[in-house]
């Protein structure tokens, strides 16, 4: 499986990052929310979803896009949950360009934490990270109105996984707390989770060689 960074309504960009892919038929992929605010040029890709973030449109949701997964879950064998806090939330329009369901709701927070302490995953795929990782990235705090971080560093004190990859601060970056390994995905960033590295494409000289 693929993980991918936020798109940000770059629709075409990730269409064609998906294409890059080994078999984009076959190869599934995780994309970690802020995927647009339209999703009306976004195609139906059967082995590809995404979650949401803070920077989608949640009018419909998550009956806007048959892409779109739920508030959280398991998608191949990763554990996923979406959402995080808008710290540019004032400078956005309700309903137009921001939507207050961009965090889980406590009762749902409290479902997905016993959920996840049953399943312990190797594997988290989130938005946002849990609120300890901000120091270790650099990361400004996003103030007591951001739940979402808050129910992640819970996460990670029931139960640490393999893996946690996320998005939502644009940059690419890689720390380990306790048995973690977490990695934070740039805009339109690929990671391959069975070979634990940045996807890069093959070039047309690398595909030649190898037939």
Avoid at 123 to 151: E, M, W
Avoid at 194 to 208: N, V
């Amino acid at each position: 499986m693929y993980v991918i960074g936020d798109v940000h309504g770059k629709i075409k960009d990730y269409v064609a990052a998906i294409d890059s892919l080994p078999n984009p038929q076959c190869d599934r992929s995780l994309q970690v929310g802020d995927m647009s605010l339209d999703y009306s040029d976004l195609p139906f890709m059967a082995n590809h979803r995404f979650i949401g973030g803070n920077h989608d449109n949640y009018g419909d949701y998550p009956a806007i896009h048959p892409n779109f997964l739920d508030d959280y879950g398991v998608w191949g064998d990763v554990f996923y949950v979406r959402g995080a806090y808008s710290i540019d939330r004032k400078y956005r329009t309700e309903g137009v360009s921001w939507w207050r369901e961009e965090e889980l709701t406590y009762i749902a927070m409290y479902e997905m934490l016993g959920t996840y302490s049953k399943l312990k995953p190797k594997t988290v795929v989130s938005h946002d990270c849990p609120l300890f990782l901000y120091p270790n990235f650099g990361i400004s705090a996003q103030g007591p109105s951001s739940k979402t971080s808050r129910v992640l560093e819970e996460m990670h004190e029931i139960h640490q996984p393999e893996r946690w990859l996320f998005g939502h601060h644009h940059f690419s970056d890689t720390d380990t707390v306790g048995s973690t390994k977490f990695t934070c995905l740039n805009e339109l960033e690929i990671f391959d989770l069975e070979k634990d590295e940045i996807f890069s494409p093959a070039t047309t000289t690398e595909i030649s060689s190898a037939i």
